[in-house]
């Protein structure tokens, strides 16, 4: 079965701490993951790519096959890092499979 | 560069009619799917056009149905509504993911969001 598994609903953290938000997947073959983000009222939009091994707004991502995670971290959270942020895997058929997501709140 | 165009933004519609929302893609990007989110199931695929042809398609009743154009404008359409289908539709345009290409992750637009009451 091709699924992602986002087991954190909420994730609460401070301002400067740490965090990281997890995801599991389970897909046979070479996985495409993503991260995708979605603001208060904003659209969803592309966080970053595994593929491209990059990092933006300073979350990075690292795909381990042997724990099939791709997890997402950051060092020191910001406020404006407050939002929904969903996991994905492309499947076979090309469509992105989404975990349900996780709220992080930073707190001031 | 424009993104993706939804319209419209939001609809209320009564049980039993039917309803067809559209979908502006990226200039160039000729794949479009669609994408149903709700606060229970999350988001879901519904199907995806490309070279206005499904491709793929989702688990979702024959209810639900789309079609592509020649300039890759989508058009979903819901017909005998029902109280459940009430949520925001997504759609998300991309290039062909089959041939690659840097453009790996679909760009979403901001949906429409449906009522139905």
């Known amino acids: 079965a091709q699924r992602v598994t986002q087991p954190e609903k909420l994730l609460s953290v401070f301002k400067g701490a740490p965090v990281e938000l997890k995801c599991n997947y389970s897909y046979s073959g070479s996985p495409e993951l993503f991260w995708y983000v979605q603001y208060s009222r904003q659209r969803l939009q592309l966080l970053l790519r595994?593929?491209s091994r990059e990092s933006i707004k300073g979350f990075t991502a690292d795909l381990n096959k042997g724990e099939t995670s791709f997890h997402l971290k950051k060092p020191f959270a910001q406020e404006e890092d407050s939002a929904m942020y969903y996991c994905a895997l492309r499947g076979s058929q090309g469509n992105l499979i989404f975990g349900k997501g996780t709220k992080l709140s930073v707190k001031p | 560069k424009a993104g993706v165009t939804q319209t419209p933004r939001y609809l209320i519609k009564t049980r039993g009619q039917q309803v067809t929302l559209s979908c502006s893609p990226i200039?160039?990007?000729?794949?479009v799917s669609w994408y149903q989110q709700t606060p229970g199931q999350g988001l879901q695929f519904l199907f995806e056009?490309?070279?206005?042809?499904?491709?793929n398609k989702g688990n979702f009743p024959g209810r639900f149905s789309g079609r592509q154009f020649s300039n890759s404008r989508s058009e979903m359409n819901v017909s005998t509504l029902e109280l459940g289908d009430s949520a925001l539709y997504l759609c998300?345009?991309?290039?062909?993911?089959?041939?690659?290409?840097?453009?790996?992750?679909?760009?979403f637009g901001s949906g429409t969001r449906l009522t139905v009451v």
């Open positions: 200039s160039g990007h000729r794949s």
């Open positions: 595994h593929i």
């Open positions: 056009y490309f070279s206005e042809t499904q491709r």
């Open positions: 998300a345009s991309g290039r062909d993911w089959k041939t690659g290409g840097a453009d790996y992750g679909y760009t």
